[in-house]
């Protein structure tokens, strides 16, 4: 009921949005703005100079956004996951930031954008696990992926692995346009991503990287899974394995 309430609040005029916002628990400043979106989140914190755009669908557990921090237009964000935006931190028109729910995946995942941080435009951001940024990074230019998990098959038979992992981005890293982020890996402060690169292991020397050249890793589902940590104690619908993470 809470969340329908909340849906139907962000419908109304700003002004009056954050009065019923206010009464049904959210903290809301009076200088932040929503637009026309629909919005079905369990919890909402808007600091000072807050904004979420038009035409945006969120269905998610949180909102937390500090002063000047944003969400543009025409962005889909759905999931079991919470988002944490730093002070000026945004995320700019037409992202999908989405997560399958809880039995496909496992606990509440989380989307940080650091200081001044941002996703541009037309991404795909995938929340299985977290994605934290750390501040004035970017994800620039558009259609770049970030995927938290993957799977792994058997050389015959219907055997197969999903594999997870967190995704981390420094402080001070640009990444350019069509980039493809594969699960688990981390991505050290001063570094710059050129479009078009795929991202299969963590970057840590400062510098500039670029695509890579297609390569064969010999390997196996055995092999691969005593690299990995099995994923026990929730109730999930299929073999799930974790990176194990720094």
């Known amino acids: 009921m809470k969340k329908i309430l909340t849906a139907l609040a962000c419908l109304l005029p ?5 009065l019923f916002l206010k009464i049904l628990g959210h903290k809301i400043t009076w200088s932040a703005k929503i637009g026309f979106s629909l919005i079905l989140s369990n919890k909402i914190f808007l600091e000072e100079n807050t904004m979420i755009g038009h035409l945006n669908f969120i269905k998610n557990e949180e909102l937390n956004f500090k002063k000047g921090a944003y969400i543009g237009h025409l962005n889909r964000i759905n999931g079991p996951f919470k988002i944490f935006l730093k002070e000026k931190g945004a995320i700019g028109n037409k992202n999908s930031v989405v997560r399958a ?13 650091g200081k001044l941080s941002k996703l541009t435009s037309n991404h795909y951001i995938d929340l299985t696990r977290s994605i934290c940024f750390g501040d004035y990074s970017t994800l620039a230019g558009i259609k770049s992926q970030l995927w938290t ?4 098959h058997a050389n015959t038979g219907k055997d197969r692995i ?16 069509g980039c493809i982020f594969n699960p688990g890996v981390t ?3 001063a570094i710059h991503i050129g479009g078009g690169s795929v991202v299969s292991k963590n970057l840590e020397k400062p510098g500039m990287y670029v695509g890579q050249a297609l390569r064969f890793i010999e390997n196996d589902i055995d092999s691969l899974k005593n690299k990995l940590t099995k994923v026990e104690g929730v109730n999930l619908i299929e073999k799930v394995y974790s990176k194990k993470e720094l």
């Open 101 to 113: 729910p809880l039995g496909v995946t496992y606990e509440i995942s989380k989307l940080t954008l």
């Open 149 to 152: 998990h993957g799977y792994y």
């Open 14 to 18: 700003f002004k009056l949005s954050n």
């Open 187 to 189: 991505v050290a402060n």
């Open 162 to 177: 999903r594999i997870d992992g967190q995704i981390t981005i420094g402080d001070n890293v640009y990444i350019g346009s």
